[in-house]
Structures are given as C-alpha cells and as structure tokens.
C-alpha cells in the first residue's frame, strides 16, 4: 500500500497546488515566460502515483508537469529557477516550464511533443528489465496523446515485447480545446489497451485513494507478469489549457460541476469527517506549503543567469 | 584479405555485439529476415530475440524505444531500412534524441547509434532513393558518419557505439558488393575525421559517401594527363571538419564539391560558404559544386543516371575549372 499516510498525501496536493497558483501569479508579473501550463484540478493523480514510485523509479511526463517533477524529489526551488531561466533551475535554465529534468531523481522530463516521452519509457523500462535493476517505471501522458502514432506503436511493442510499463493517461476530456467526443471514434479509452492485449483499467482521478489503490495493482501485476499495464485516469483540469487560452470550447458550469469535485477539498473534506485530521493540522500543513514555496520564490528571485558565453555548452557531452 | 562492404558493416556489428552484453540491435527484418541486404543474416540464432529484435513497421516507436534504452543504460543500434523511412522517426531523432542534452542542461545523455541505408541509383523509383545525410547534418545534437570505404564500414560502429552522444550511420546502399583489402584487424582510426584518399596540388575535390569512388576514378583519369587531383572524403558530415578541408583549399586554390544531395539548401553550400567566409584569398576561382539534379528520382535508368553525379560529369567539371 502507500509508502505515504494520508496527511502526507493532503501536504503533497497542496503543494503541487500552491506552487502552480504561485506560477500563474508570477506569469502574470512577467517573471516566468514562454508556455506555462498548470495541472490544478489533476493533483490526485500525481500525488496518488507519486506516492508509490521509490527514488530509483523512472517516471517521464508531459509539459503539465510541474507537480510530478516536484513529488519525485525535485525541489520547489529549482522548479521555480528553472521557470524563471536561471541557471539554479532543475534544467540550468535551458528548459522552461515544459522541460523539468533531473537524472538524480530519475525524472525524465517534460517532454512537449505530445506522445513523444511514450516510446521512451518504453526503452527505460526495457533496459531496467534487462539490467536487473528494481526500478518501476511510468509514463505521464494525456488523452490526446492518444491519438498519436507514437502511442499505438508502444502499446503494440510494450505488450509484444513485454515491457514492464505502466502507461497512465490523464484524461481530461481536452487535448487542448478538442474534446474527446470530437477526436476519437472510441471514447472508451480502456478498450483501446485492450485492443492490443495491454490489460487495463479506469480510475476516478479525483480520488487520490482510488488512484493509489489501482496503481499498486497496476504496479503489482507489472511486476508478477513482466508486461505493460494501462490506467485511464478520469480528470479535469481547472484552469485554462495555457496562459494563452480563453477557454472558448467549454462553458462554466461544467468547469463549476468539476470544481465541486476538487481532488483536494473532497480529501480533506473525509480526512475530517473522519477525524483522521483536524482543522489545525490543516491550517500548519498549509503555513508549510506557503513557506515552502515562498522560500522557492526567494531561490528563484536570488538565482544568476547563465553567460552568454556558455551559449553553445550542452550540445555534446565534448565540446566540438 | 578482401571484404565487401556488407561483410564489413557484419563485421562491425558482430565485433559490437560480441564486445559489450548491453548493445543489442532493433529494427524491421533484422532477425529472422537476415537484414534487408543480408547484412545481419544468422544473427538471431547466434546472438538471440533479445539481442536481434525484429520490430514491427513502427519507425518513430521503436526509435524512442532506443532512446529510452539509451537513457537507461543499454547501447542500442537502431537500424532504419532506409533514409525514406527515417522520416517518420524524424520527431524522435531531431525533437529528443538530438537536444534531450541541451533541454536538461546536460543531465541526460543518449549513446544512440541509429544506421541506414541511402543513396540513389538502384532504379527504386523517388521514394527510395533519397540522400538526406546532408540535410540530417543540418541538426546540432547529433553525428553523422558516411562510411564510403569498406575499411569505414567495418570500424565506424566501434566509435559510434563509444560516443556519448547520438550517431548516425550512412550506409551507401550503391557500395554493399564493393570490396576492398583490408587488414586482419579493423584499423585504428577515428571516423569523426575527414581523410585525404588521393593527394593532389590541382584541384581539391570535396565528397563522401556513394560519390567517393566516381571522384577517384575522375582523379584517375587526370593523373594519365599528369594532372593530381587531392581528393578528400569527409566521413563525418557534422561535425565537419574543417582544417583538413581549408589546408587543402589553400594549398590548392581550386574547389568541386561532389555531393549526392539536392543542390538548394545542402552540404556542398555549407562546405562551399565555409570555404568562401575562410579562405577567399586563397581561390583563384569560384567554388564549384556538382550535386543530385533537383527532381525527385525518377525510374527510369537513364534518367536516374542523368539525375546523379556521374564519374564522367565530375571529370567535364573539373577541366573547366582547372583549363
């Protein structure tokens, strides 16, 4: 079961939460740029997935990814230097927001060609299962990728090959402003999976319980079989697609029915119910998260920018 | 002892996979087919599923897969049957393979070696005849050897599979019956570097890959006029080496530039600027170029021939410049 307890679970929502309403302000400073896509309304899942990856774990996600990168051991502070460009963030300034690396924490990034981190979890977790080596490894993904190529032909190979992959969809409902019913003659996207014999399942991804308890059997029958497993997470995002977006393809009232279902509040909401919290654990856990990410902002603030000079390092491992 | 081209590239890739357990080989008809040009026949019962993957008709998967595997420790060789079809893992070679380093301020290295077939001249009709190693070239990030030798062919792979960074493997499919002597073991000689095959002091004659071998029969021809035609092969597109190209521009004074790529926008204009930006006062006349004629390649024999730089063009052109 979860390597985390349930106010660690709550902390980690807040957190990814916190961070991104902070991203959205300093975006609106102008001090992060570029692309910024926020994952508030989605935080269940990767608290919920994040919770049972272990350090030597790879996990690879998409440009909504702030708060995967954040829960599999990268710091606020080097998310936040990252976004701002400098040198500190967890990509030396040279990503972004879309592009969140670190090899230490086994984090593959930030990939923002839609499908394109698929395949390559796909050879992460082929080399692990050659190697021997005790490593789970997830691939982050959204609904929309799932109208690529690129993900047809993993599943296809993940199961024909029998890679140890656990494929997690974020549904959504939107790639982009393209709903679901308007780019996919199958909406049932477990069926899909199954198609190539992939064994799957879906999951209420407002509910990070849910999501924990059908991961840890993904991740179980990944390990017993030796085979990929697919997760449909059924999700909403809360916010915009990007900074860009207004939003015309949707109306209120179903961003306002989802929001009665925030991933955050219907936790805490039965931790209390349940007297498994109490309103002044929660008023601490939220004073944590607020100097967490305040001291990340300070980080970010207080970081250096690159030299010109060392424009043209990072192409080669040598320099030509 | 003689070698063909294709035993050599066998060579080179049995050398690979008996050196190292983590190298392993993926790509359409590598196994139970023996390769597509019977380069790898026999390897999957010798070497096993395993290490010999047939994959399906799936170019942009299985070539994430072996960035991911490149990623996690393993050395793949991703084999793409020809150029044509690296298209369509073109968002993989270029969009993560190629800048996965610069994107994560260099945490993430990808020891890809990726090989395919290229070239015209086989009738194959316009989808299966292209060059675009000139145009991969274009792409910071990445390497690109065009093994024109069988003595290439046979020892390139050893340093691709030793680079940390992603390779990319030309192999002519014009040169697999050429044979050559060759030595008992594969020379020590790095293929990153361009390498004078024929010195000279009339004219230097730039090329690489399927074009060597019709410049050195050009040379041949001047040499009985007492003419010494320098020939260099490059054997690495990118990076390209600069220093062996300029000294010999400057010794020389003249230039043609073989390339087996579109004209517009290629290799021969990059080299052809680079000489113009470093050795201007050096030339006593202008860089010239011969390049694939600016249609896509046609079927018909001699129109294909027509389309392709030919041995007796190279040696027209050359008399022009050096009259």
Request: hydrophobic fraction near 40%.
């Amino acid at each position: 079961m979860a390597l985390l307890d349930h106010v660690t679970l709550l902390l980690n929502m807040m957190r990814i939460r916190r961070m991104e309403e902070v991203c959205a302000e300093l975006y609106t400073q102008e001090k992060i740029r570029g692309f910024l896509h926020l994952y508030i309304g989605e935080e269940a899942v990767a608290a919920g997935v994040l919770s049972l990856m272990r350090p030597q774990d790879n996990v690879m996600a998409t440009y909504r990814e702030h708060g995967h990168a954040l829960l599999k051991g990268v710091s606020a502070k080097q998310i936040l230097a990252e976004m701002f460009g400098k040198v500190e963030g967890c990509s030396h300034g040279r990503g972004g927001s879309m592009h969140l690396f670190s090899s230490v924490n086994r984090f593959f990034g930030g990939n923002a060609i839609v499908a394109s981190g698929i395949p390559q979890a796909a050879g992460l977790a082929l080399a692990a299962k050659r190697l021997k080596e005790d490593r789970h490894t997830v691939c982050f993904f959204g609904e929309g990728a799932m109208a690529e190529g690129a993900f047809h032909e993993t599943m296809n190979m993940a199961e024909l090959w029998k890679i140890p992959l656990l494929f997690c969809c974020e549904n959504n409902l939107y790639a982009m402003g393209t709903a679901l019913k308007r780019s996919q003659s199958q909406m049932d996207l477990v069926k899909k999976a199954n198609a190539y014999n992939v064994t799957a399942n879906s999951v209420d991804g407002m509910n990070i319980i849910e999501v924990i308890e059908k991961t840890q059997i993904a991740l179980d029958f990944i390990k017993r079989e030796q085979r990929p497993y697919f997760l449909e997470f059924k999700t909403y995002r809360f916010r915009p697609h990007s900074m860009f977006d207004p939003e015309l393809y949707r109306n209120k009232e179903e961003v306002m029915n989802w929001k009665e279902k925030c991933p955050i509040l219907t936790f805490k909401g039965h931790l209390l119910q349940k007297n498994m919290i109490s309103e002044l654990q929660i008023q601490e856990l939220t004073l944590k998260v607020e100097k967490e990410i305040q001291e990340a902002i300070i980080f970010a603030e207080q970081g250096t920018w690159e030299p010109i000079e060392d424009l043209e390092k990072h192409v080669y491992e040598n320099d030509l | 002892m003689k070698m063909t081209y294709r035993e050599a590239l066998r060579e080179g890739l049995k050398n690979a996979l008996e050196e190292n357990p983590n190298v392993f080989l993926v790509g359409e008809d590598v196994g139970a087919y023996g390769g597509t040009y019977a380069v790898t026949k026999g390897f999957l019962e010798t070497y096993g599923p395993e290490r010999i993957m047939d994959a399906p008709l799936s170019e942009v998967g299985f070539t994430g897969i072996g960035i991911g595997a490149a990623m996690g420790g393993l050395r793949p060789i991703v084999e793409i049957m020809t150029v044509n079809f690296s298209l369509l893992a073109l968002d993989q070679i270029i969009n993560s393979a190629a800048i996965l380093r610069h994107m994560s301020g260099g945490q993430i290295s990808v020891p890809l070696v990726i090989r395919m077939t290229t070239g015209g001249g086989r009738q194959l009709g316009a989808q299966h005849s292209h060059s675009f190693e000139g145009w991969y070239a274009h792409i910071p990030g990445i390497k690109i050897l065009a093994p024109a030798t069988v003595e290439d062919a046979r020892s390139c792979l050893s340093y691709a599979l030793k680079d940390p960074d992603p390779v990319l493997i030309f192999e002519h499919a014009l040169l697999l019956n050429t044979s050559e002597e060759v030595g008992e073991l594969p020379e020590i000689r790095s293929p990153f570097k361009a390498v004078v095959r024929k010195s000279g002091t009339a004219l230097t004659l730039i090329t690489y890959g399927g074009m060597l071998n019709r410049c050195l029969e050009a040379a041949k021809e001047f040499e009985k006029l007492g003419k010494e035609i320098e020939v260099i092969d490059l054997r690495c597109l990118r990076p390209l080496d600069n220093e062996t190209i300029f000294q010999s521009v400057k010794k020389n004074h003249r230039v043609l530039i073989v390339d087996e790529g579109w004209k517009s926008g290629s290799l021969s204009a990059e080299i052809s600027a680079r000489i113009m930006e470093n050795c201007f006062f050096d030339l006593d006349a202008p860089v010239e170029r011969l390049c694939r004629r600016e249609v896509p390649i046609p079927y018909a024999r001699h129109l294909e021939l027509a389309a392709i730089p030919q041995a007796d063009e190279i040696i027209k052109k050359i008399q022009e410049i050096i009259k």
